[in-house]
């Protein structure tokens, strides 16, 4: 399963012992990611589309056909725990399940990923403080300041750079994960985000991204009144996302659903698959369309009474609700 499962209460009865000057925070309040501001400023990148002309809104013709074997989805969730002063010490679990539909019911594959880490800022905290915290938590002890020169001593500041860390955290866990399908089936799998940050998932043929936050939009001008404007059914054309440190893939926004009524993100989602060689570059849309289907045909059940409904699909939900069963 991972590192040790930690929790609130266990971890401020062992500083009440270590740290008798660290002061425990509330227990029961909402968790940090709640406050924690996003990553990235709203932002317009330009896409390099790899369909044939400009970006434009093309019709998902043929009806949505079910073809995803499986569904991976991660969890996060950070805490407080105590105050050494005014230096938070914060506690992340995260955890990371594929759930696989066989015979119209969900089963865990293999083992669900489950581990917990502890964060503190070591620099701003007595070097005795540390040295206690080291001897009883090890390797799942992270130093906030580690790399962090420009780290603010602010409470505040503190926490979002924790939550940050455990959301690397989780993005981890969920790669780890799908490179180990990827290694062992052969299945379409359905992942609820990006597949860009580990190469293997990247390239392999049997993966498939499906973002739903779009902080980032790879359009601007025409090609991003085409994409706000899909209707139900619509995809735009195949683009290409590239990134120093990223590996390439080919990505389209689809529409779920009819946005009627509803701002220009509902329903919408941006997919991610495997950029093809050259060669077969002029067979994109055919995959885009066949992948488009599989996408929408998961739009029922609904994910309901998720507030995310209009993008996410029943599978992912059940992984989440999975996780939080057993985390």
């Known amino acids: 399963m991972g590192s040790p499962v930690l929790n609130v209460r266990a971890v401020q009865r062992q500083l009440a012992t270590l740290l008798p000057e660290a002061r425990p925070a509330a227990i029961g309040e909402s968790t940090l990611e709640v406050a924690a501001p996003g990553n990235d400023a709203p932002r317009l990148i330009s896409a390099t589309v790899v369909e044939g002309g400009p970006l434009r809104a093309k019709r998902v013709f043929d009806p949505p056909t079910p073809g995803f074997r499986a569904f991976l989805d991660g969890t996060q969730r950070s805490e407080l725990v105590s105050y050494v002063g005014g230096v938070p010490i914060i506690l992340g679990r995260v955890a990371a399940v594929v759930r696989e539909r066989r015979l119209r019911r969900m089963h ?52 979002d750079a924790a939550v940050h860390r455990v959301q690397a955290h989780r993005e981890e866990l969920e790669q780890r994960l799908a490179e180990r399908w990827c290694n062992v089936e052969h299945d379409p799998l359905f992942i609820d985000g990006g ?18 936050s779009h902080r980032t939009l790879y359009a601007e001008g025409e090609a991003l009144a085409a994409v706000l404007n899909l209707a139900r059914h619509e995809r735009s054309s195949v683009f290409r996302i590239t990134s120093p440190r990223r590996t390439t893939v080919a990505s389209w926004y689809l529409r779920m659903r009819d946005p009627r009524g509803h701002d220009p993100m509902w329903g919408l989602v941006r997919v991610e698959i495997a950029c093809p060689p050259p060669q077969d570059m002029d067979r994109i849309g055919a995959r885009a369309d066949d992948v488009s289907r599989w996408i929408l045909a998961e739009a029922s059940p609904l994910a309901l009474p998720d507030a995310r409904w209009d993008k996410m699909v029943y599978g992912v939900r059940d992984c989440e609700e999975y996780l939080r069963a057993i985390n």
């Open 195 to 212: 597949i860009s940050g580990s190469e293997k998932v990247a390239v392999s043929t049997c993966t498939v991204g499906v973002v739903k």
């Open 108 to 159: 865990t594959w293999h083992q669900p990923l489950i581990e917990s880490r502890l964060y503190c800022a070591r620099r701003l905290i007595s070097s005795s403080a540390w040295e206690s915290l080291s001897v009883a938590y090890g390797p799942v002890l992270v130093d906030l300041s580690d790399g962090s020169s420009e780290l603010a001593p602010h409470p505040f500041a503190l926490r």
